[in-house]
C-alpha cells in the first residue's frame, strides 16, 4: 500500500503562485511513475504533468511554461510548481503514482486550488 498526501493548495490571484507537495508514504519512485492530475467542476479529470520512466517530463499544452514538475527522491515529494495562474486552473488537484509494472494506481486526496480576484 502506498499513502499519497498532497497540501499546498489555496485562493491565489490571478497571476500568483503556489507550490503543491505530494509526499509518498515509502520509496516508490523506483517503481512508480508520478504525475498531477486536476479535476474542475462538471470536467473530467485530466493529466497537468507527469513523468515517463527515464525522468522526462510531460505537460499539458494549457498549462506548458507555466507548471513545473519536480521531485526530491530523498524526501519520496513530488513538487508542482504553478505560476502566472489563470482562473481556468481552478480545480481539486491530485497525485497519482502509476505502477511501471503490474499493479494499481494509488491516488491523493486532493488538494483545492482556486484563482479568483
Known amino acids: 500500500q502506498v499513502q499519497l498526501v498532497e497540501s499546498g493548495g489555496g485562493l491565489v490571484q490571478p497571476g500568483g503562485s503556489l507550490r503543491l507537495s505530494c509526499a509518498a508514504s515509502?520509496?516508490?519512485?523506483?517503481?512508480?511513475?508520478m504525475g498531477w492530475y486536476r479535476q474542475a467542476p462538471g470536467k473530467q479529470r485530466e493529466l497537468v504533468a507527469g513523468?515517463?520512466?527515464?525522468?522526462?517530463?510531460k505537460y499539458s499544452d494549457s498549462v506548458k511554461g507555466r507548471f513545473t514538475i519536480t521531485r526530491d527522491n530523498a524526501k519520496n515529494t513530488v513538487y508542482l510548481l504553478m505560476t502566472n495562474l489563470k482562473p481556468d486552473d481552478t480545480a481539486v488537484y491530485y497525485c497519482?503514482?502509476?505502477?511501471?509494472?503490474?499493479?494499481?494506481?494509488?491516488w491523493g486526496q486532493g488538494t483545492q486550488v482556486t484563482v479568483s480576484a
Open positions: 497519482n503514482a502509476s505502477p511501471l509494472a503490474q499493479g494499481s494506481d494509488y
Open positions: 515509502r520509496s516508490i519512485f523506483s517503481h512508480y511513475v
Open positions: 513523468f515517463f520512466d527515464g525522468g522526462t517530463t
